[in-house]
């Protein structure tokens, strides 16, 4: 296995025999022609390779289709289908829009899904981490890697709790992701499939693996004009979602520890608040926000019983000492 000078680039010779697994994985993108390359070259290096990896292209004015066009050619699973311009990104439900269209259009037998962005890479032992996984616990339903965002020659992780999977890089278990009704068509999908989950009897998980890491080269959140929009549709999204009041609040709070610092965080908080206070709409489905809400506040409890315990335990260090 050779590397460039770019560390989060492979290239790989076409073998006469590779091994593949039944897997079919879906990439809805839209004017990626500065990442794409690296999600390419990074599906070429893996040791197990997908049955099928569709990219549906949903409308791009760059030079995206020509490059996929090219590893089309040389890789046999990839195939490039192609949707009329839209005339602009449209985050959330068109993704999953986009990905229903190309999961429409498969034609192997898969027996595991995947939706993949094109703005990613990953080691090479990625998938096979993955498929080991799913393949050890009947119940867990989907997995991903832990998420790292490359700033100069450091990696800075966008961190996720442990039962939650990355976005960027879904890979579930067919008859899970079949029985959870697929993605839903809305803002923050890739939160309301995890909870789907859960009310299903599943599990999810993204593990840590120095094997199994995703590499994301664009700022989370900044694909559609920039970073404090995404921030602003994120608070909104989680309104949506049904998160309880306090879990948000704690979540923004959290959040102002990452790039853009203090103000990301506050403007998610804001504009969770700004959308209750306006009655938004929000994710209807029989005992799901109930649902959500109790695990919120059984991790918040958890969360206040581990600061207690520590301080707790640090009063009584001084006081011995």
Known sequence: MSTLS?????????PDQHATAAIAIVSPVRDESKYIRRTLDAMAAQT???????????????????I??????????IRLVRRTDRGQ????????????????????DYRYICKLDGDMSFDPTYIETMLAALEADDRLAAVSGKV?????????????IDEMVAGQFKFYKREAFEAIGGFSQTI????????KCRLNGWTTRSIRDPGARLFHHRLMGSSDKNVYKGRI?????????????????ASGLFRMAEKPYVIGGLLIVGAYFYAALRSEPRFEEPGF??????????????????LLRRLTGRGKQRIAG
Do not use: C
């Not at 923050?188 to 909870?195: E, F």
């Open 289 to 306: 926000r109930e649902g959500l809400q109790a695990w919120q506040r059984q991790r918040l409890r958890a969360v206040g019983g581990r």
């Open 48 to 66: 197990v390779w997908p049955e099928e990896w569709l990219i549906v292209d949903d409308g791009s004015r760059d030079d995206t289709p020509e």
């Open 68 to 77: 996929v066009e090219h590893y089309q050619a040389r890789y046999p699973f």
């Open 233 to 249: 549709r994120l608070g909104r999204g989680i309104w949506f979602m049904g998160y309880h009041p306090a879990y948000a609040t």
């Open 148 to 160: 790292y965002r490359p700033e100069g020659d450091s990696l800075v992780e966008e961190y996720i």
């Open 188 to 195: 923050l999908w890739d939160g309301i499939d995890i909870h």
């Open 6 to 14: 770019d560390p989060f680039t492979w290239k790989t010779p076409l």
């Open 89 to 108: 990104r449209v985050l959330g439900s068109g993704v999953i829009e986009a990905f229903n269209f190309g999961r429409d259009q498969l034609q192997s």
